[in-house]
């Protein structure tokens, strides 16, 4: 039983996201217990094997009996939906067997069950550490637009915009996406199906002579306005109303498409200082870059080791504060084509700081990730999410009302 563990161990270590600070529960829990558990293991075996002294192993079984038990009652109580009894079923049974081990090979009843108390806030902490934090999104207010008209267009069904850049088109996504939800907060693959299925319809469709106006139902209502002027720019307002928090793991708050070769630059560190849009690959590979805003309010750019996963090395920095616009410029290779420039006023004010749990290294949940993949760029605006990193953990978007303008403008 204790190899089975000391093996675990070994392979989960270097699999589970790290680079979190002291006072961050997922250093503990990814880092600091499973250390600590497999250095024990090494330990009890080699008491056991030269010194032919089973205590130490005795006392490590009991432990792990009582981390498993507290684990199975932690997740049963923290995610009744996720983790219902015949899915509990499993690992409470591992857990009775380890207790009818742990018994069976007492060296002292009382070291047995000090090693059993022990084990216990170990197990709890394991699954307590699965739990997404409150949500750290601020939305900002706004509200719904006035949409009639029956909902009878191709255009508007999914909410893409398609908008000239220079020469060539981009296909846009304004409005806040949730691809897959947790019902309790905790890991998305063990939710229902029906919480990782998109709930987006439109209900209301009205062409106007610059544009058109749209709302939808989906994990609360959305409205979409796209308004068109003459000098070819091009302004969206987007709303969603939630009206309870959301917790998910893969999200957008905009999704670009880009159908060309491209080099994209943010106005926090200048739009001189270019990025070309790589390819990417997933789980493993080539790597990608994203952007985020920290705590502080600085602004990083910055490139994974591995496919999305950090360590991350900077590539450049700057300063963005919440209530500033972020200008984005996406430039063809094509030095003849000069582009365009997307202007988001509301990103940095709604946007998480808050680190994610699945990429560490100081990485937020809130993002801005740009690669190429299949023969298409894409750029992902995000308020919280935890695409980059390892894991399928959740975070929240807060409930309110969020809004998303942004201007489409060519560079002259």
Request: charged letters at 20%.
């Amino acid at each position: 039983m204790l190899a089975t563990h000391l093996a675990a161990g070994v392979v989960a270590l270097p699999l589970v996201p790290h680079g979190f600070g002291l006072t961050n529960v997922h250093l503990w829990s990814n880092t600091v217990v499973p250390a600590s558990c497999v250095l024990a293991a090494v330990v009890a075996f080699v008491a056991l094997l030269f010194r032919r002294s089973p205590a130490p192993a005795s006392a490590l079984v009991s432990a792990a009996a009582g981390g498993w038990t507290a684990a199975v009652a932690t997740g049963a109580y923290l995610f009744p939906i996720s983790m219902p009894l015949a899915r509990c079923a499993a690992p409470a049974a591992v857990a009775i067997a380890l207790l009818g081990l742990s018994w069976w090979a007492r060296e002292r009843t009382a070291v047995t069950i000090a090693a059993l108390v022990l084990g216990m806030p170990l197990g709890a902490l394991e699954v307590f550490a699965q739990r997404a934090p409150p949500p750290s999104t601020r939305p900002a207010g706004g509200a719904l637009a006035e949409v009639h008209g029956e909902a009878a267009s191709d255009e508007a069904a999914n909410g893409q915009v398609l908008v000239p850049c220079g020469k060539n088109k981009l296909r846009i996504n304004p409005l806040l996406t949730f691809q897959s939800r947790s019902p309790d907060a905790t890991w998305v693959i063990l939710a229902p199906k029906a919480d990782l299925e998109k709930r987006r319809a439109l209900t209301h469709y009205t062409k106007t002579p610059n544009g058109f106006r749209a709302s939808y139902t989906d994990d609360g209502e959305t409205t979409l306005l796209a308004t068109r002027e003459k000098s070819g720019a091009l302004d969206i307002e987007a709303v969603t109303k939630l009206t309870e928090p959301v917790y998910a793991h893969l999200d957008t708050w905009t999704t670009i498409h880009l159908p060309f070769e491209a080099t994209i630059s943010f106005s926090p560190t200048g739009t001189t200082t270019r990025f070309p849009i790589e390819p990417a690959d997933y789980p493993a590979g080539r790597p990608s870059q994203l952007a985020y805003l920290s705590d502080d309010l600085s602004f990083h750019v910055v490139r994974a080791r591995d496919a999305e996963k950090g360590p991350f090395t900077e590539l450049a920095k700057g300063r963005l504060t919440r209530d500033e616009t972020l200008a984005i410029e996406i430039r063809p290779r094509d030095e003849k084509d000069k582009g365009c420039r997307l202007s988001f006023k509301d990103w940095a004010a709604q946007v998480s700081t808050d680190e994610s749990p699945t990429a560490g290294w100081g990485v937020p949940q809130g993002s801005i990730q740009f690669f190429s993949r299949d023969g298409e760029s894409v750029v992902l605006l995000t308020l919280a999410e935890t695409g980059p990193g390892r894991g399928f953990d959740s975070v929240g978007h807060a409930a309110g009302t969020y809004r998303n303008r942004l201007r489409i403008e060519p560079i002259r």
